[in-house]
């Protein structure tokens, strides 16, 4: 599909960003939407739609709130939209298997795409390394004191640019569609052991604090977070610190061919480039 025009949703985020680059090297032809790209493509204004899908061939779907009713039908209207201007081919960025108590609304998101006509590919991402350096983990890692309800619950945590070649892969080559890819890093590890990677490639003295829920949610609405805000990231790190993300997938090999990054190699270049260093 190298020949048509992709639309990459999210374009400015973590793995939308990584997927426009990967595309343009390959030298396809790349539509980046965001709010303030041009076409401007807005998920909750329908009218940024049609411009954003003419003579697109294929989308990369990043969706905020996927969990939700209104969400599915969001997606599903914009699926029917993108089939009729001419899409024949759709990645949605959606979340690891049995994600918390929304994920039966995520599945019925992800099913939408197929009930459009569309070939579908859905990715199924663990937590990002990316989020320790570009993200809401990132402050907290220059502060020296990393706090967080994860306990001692173990997670494989997985590269972006992974994620962002898996997506490329089932853009432009065939043999990805109807394929549900669960995205994992290489290794289990706990938050603890995230950060005393990252200590060691930064040379710098930085710790995990393990909370319980009710003491990271009083610091979270002290820091002024909505209260919305608070249970989500609380139910979040619960599914880590209860086990349920303590296995390894095979999305990345499966996809690519070859294993995924480890998290160590991250974090020695991310240091080498001096994303952490005050």
Do not use: C
Not at 79 to 94: H, K
Not at 248 to 257: E, S, T
Not at 259 to 268: C, G, L, N, V
């Amino acid at each position: 599909m190298n020949d048509e025009t992709i639309l990459v949703t999210g374009a400015t985020g973590k793995t939308g960003r990584r997927v426009v680059r990967l595309l343009e090297e390959r030298g396809t032809t790349v539509r980046a939407a965001s709010r303030s790209g041009t076409p401007s493509f807005d998920w909750t204004d329908r009218n940024t739609w049609e411009p954003a899908l003419l003579g697109v061939g294929a989308v990369y779907l990043v969706v905020p709130d996927l969990g939700s009713p209104q969400t599915t039908e969001t997606v599903a209207a914009f699926a029917r939209q993108a089939a009729a201007a001419g899409a024949r081919r759709a990645v949605l960025l959606s979340m690891p298997a049995g994600g918390g108590p929304d994920y039966e609304q995520v599945l019925a998101a992800e099913r939408t795409l197929e009930h459009a006509g569309l070939e579908r590919t859905v990715l199924r991402p663990r937590w990002f390394f990316q989020n320790f350096s570009e993200d809401f983990l990132y402050d907290p890692v220059l502060s020296g004191e990393v706090r967080l309800p994860a306990g001692d619950g173990k997670e494989a945590f997985v590269d972006a640019e992974d994620i962002a070649e898996v997506a490329v892969a089932a853009l432009i080559e065939d043999g990805h569609a109807g394929r549900d890819y669960e995205l994992s890093g290489p290794r289990l590890m706990t938050f603890g052991d995230a950060v005393e990677e990252i200590a060691r490639a930064a040379d710098r003295d930085i710790r995990y604090v393990a909370l319980s829920p009710e003491a990271y949610g009083a610091e979270q609405r002290a820091q002024g977070v909505p209260e919305e805000w608070v249970r989500l990231s609380v139910g979040l790190y619960e599914h880590v610190r209860s086990g349920g993300l303590d296995s390894l997938d095979d999305g990345v090999q499966r996809a690519l061919g070859r294993p995924p990054r480890d998290f160590s190699e991250y974090a020695d270049t991310a240091a080498r480039e001096g994303v952490w260093n005050t």
